[in-house]
Every structure is written in C-alpha cells, then in structure tokens.
C-alpha cells in the first residue's frame, strides 16, 4: 500500500511556480490516502490558475506512477498570494450586488441543457428526488445524465446500487457510470463507502468543476445535478461558474424546511439562475394498512410558498415505503415501477420541468456580477 512517504518522495521531482519542488515551496495543502486512492490539494494563485495546470498535471502523473496507486485526484485549490486582492465573494443579502466585474460561466461541452436540483437543507428527499426526475426525463427520450454534487453526502451509488471506479479515458477523463440508460458521476465512485470527505471548501470546489468538467459526458440533453443542500461555497460556486438552465427546489411541507427553500429560491435569484419550480416532497402518508391519510409534515405548504413567491409549483410526490424500500435497494421508482402512482407523479414533475426549459422561462441571461461590500 502506497504511504506518504512515497507520495512525498515522489513529488520531490516536481518543480512548482517557484522553481522549487513543490514538497518545499508550501504549494501542497492537503494529502489524503485512501486505499490505492491518492487525493491532493494544490494552492494556487486564483488569477494564476491558468498556469499552475501543468504543475498539477505533472503532480498527477508523478503519484500516478507509483506502484500501488490505481487513482489520482489532485485540486487546486484557489489559494490567494500574500498582499493580493480577495477573490470577489457575495456580500450579505440586500436588494441586489452591485456590479463591478463579471463572472463567466461555462457550459460541459455536449450538454445542452444543465439543471441544478437543490434545498435550502438536508433531509428532505433532494437526491431520491434528483435521481427520479433524471429517470423521468430519461423516459421521455431525452439523453440525460446526473452529477451528484453533494460532496460530503454522496448518495447516487446508493440510489443506483453502483460502486465500480470510473474509467480513465485517453486524455486523463473519466467515464461515468450507467445505469438504467443514465451517465452517472459521483464522488462515491472515487472513495470507500464509509470513508468520510475531511476538505476545506476550496478542494471541495475544485472537485466539482473536475467531476463535471473532466467526464466524459458524451451528447447529453440535460444533465441534472443533485446540489449539496444550503447556500454555502459550493453552492455558490455552480451557480455562479456554470451554465446553469435552471434550478428545481425540494421542499417538505412544514413551515421550518420552507424557511430554508426561501433561501435556496433567493441564492438563485440572487445570482441569477432561473428557478424552474418548487417540488413538495413528503407531501402526504396513506396508510397501506387502512387507507387513512395523515398529513405527517403537513401538506400543501411548498404548492402555497411557491405561489407567494411566484415560481411554479411542480407537484407532489407522496411519503411512502415504496420509495424508500426501492431507492435503499438502489432500484428507483421511475425505473423498476415505471407505471406505478410514484413514478407517474416524478414523470409529471419531469414533464413540467422539461416544458419550462423548452418554453424559454429558464434561457440563457447574463452572468451575475459580484462585488464584496
């Protein structure tokens, strides 16, 4: 098993932006180990990113090379030199940013359309979502493919029942993994199932853009992305660097999760990505046993928010164990129980979703432009 000692002796070799190696001129910031997995953080310059690819090119290839190793990631990880000017970062809430520079945002070549699935918080159903909505628009014969973002959390091995490593491809991009007609990329293909994600945001965000960027997606109509839940960094970081088309927000029904749905509804306004609609999850539970129904986290809650706010309501989809007992068997309703009453409400919400788009209420528009206060 590779140590780091070995990874270390190795990066010895590597000269970094100073002409020194990079073990001595402090550009290594994080090393961890997993296994036959090697993952490295490199800090840069943000206005020097540019040059420090092939330091961090010749970084992966050095680790690579040693016996025992059979994956690399190695990050930048966007770290500022002494005496520079701050990286622009949105201030605190207020009518809207003042502009002063712009911040582009770039497509994943052949993708035609990204959409971010998201929630103000965890817990209520976002990646169960976010990988039935991917099948739903599947079944419409789009070609679709699903990111899962959520980098602490990862749930789409689970979802899918997938723990193969991704392919390396020529060119050092990785294949995603299939399932149920899917192109499917996560984190929890990279590591152990019970091995936690111990990285500072920068790493964290620099694995996003390689994940989505350095995939090997192929020709795709719509690739969803299962966003980590909140407002923080990385959700900052897809909204405002990618192309994104649209954003789905999940919801419970209770007044304390739709608290945090406003935020995530006011994020995307804030840095303008088109909010496609308000999904209400765990809307209601039918008792299998009697019939009776009971509003657990109460009901209709999302459908009223969304009318508050003006954003479409998307649907309801049901608390029930079928869902549950599939989506933990990594067998999803639209796919295994295509003509059930739970496939056919994601295939309504799908439906909604794949409208919007085509009718223009989520086209391009401008990036934000984001100052510091």
Not at 90 to 117: D, F, H, L, N, Q
Request: aromatic share 4%.
């Amino acid at each position: 098993m590779v140590t780091e000692k070995d990874v270390l002796s190795a990066l010895a070799n590597v000269l970094g932006p100073d002409g020194k190696p990079v073990t001595q001129s402090g550009v290594v910031s994080g090393l961890s180990i997993q296994g036959a997995k090697v993952y490295l953080s490199l800090g840069a310059d943000p206005g020097r990113a540019a040059e420090a690819e092939p330091m961090r090119k010749s970084v992966e290839a050095a680790v690579k090379a040693l016996p025992g190793v059979e994956a690399v990631l190695v990050t930048l990880t966007a770290e500022r030199a002494p005496g520079s000017a701050p990286a622009a970062r949105p201030g605190p809430a207020s009518p809207g940013p003042r502009a002063t520079a712009a911040t582009a945002r770039a497509g994943v070549p052949g993708v035609k359309r990204i959409i971010a699935v998201a929630s103000g918080k965890g817990g209520v159903g976002k990646s169960t979502t976010a990988a039935n909505l991917a099948l739903a628009l599947a079944a419409q014969g789009l070609k679709v493919g699903i990111l899962d973002a959520d980098i602490y959390g990862p749930s789409m091995p689970k979802l899918f029942n997938l723990h193969e490593r991704p392919e390396i491809l020529e060119g050092k991009v990785m294949k995603p993994l299939e399932a149920y007609g899917l192109k499917i990329m996560s984190i929890g293909f990279l590591i152990e199932d019970e091995t936690p994600v111990i990285w500072r945001g920068p790493m964290v965000m620099s694995a996003l853009q390689q994940m989505l960027r350095e995939v090997a997606w192929g020709d795709l109509d719509v690739l969803v992305v299962d966003m980590p839940p909140g407002t923080g960094d990385a959700q900052l970081t897809m909204a405002q660097a990618v192309a994104l088309a649209g954003a789905v927000i999940v919801s419970t029904p209770q007044d304390l999760a739709l608290i945090d749905a406003r935020r995530g509804i006011a994020m995307f306004n804030r840095t303008d990505v088109p909010v496609l609609g308000l999904v209400e999850n765990m809307s209601t539970f039918i008792c299998p046993h009697c019939g009776g129904r009971s509003d657990i986290f109460g009901h209709g809650g999302a459908r009223h928010e969304a009318q508050r706010l003006g954003v479409p309501f998307l649907g309801e989809v049901p608390l029930h164990m079928e869902i549950r007992e599939k989506s933990d068997a990594g067998l999803p309703v639209v796919a295994t129980a295509p003509d059930g009453p739970h496939a056919q409400a994601y295939k309504a919400i799908a439906a909604q979703v794949w409208a919007g788009l085509e009718a223009g209420r989520a086209g391009a528009r401008p990036a934000p432009k984001i100052v510091i206060e």
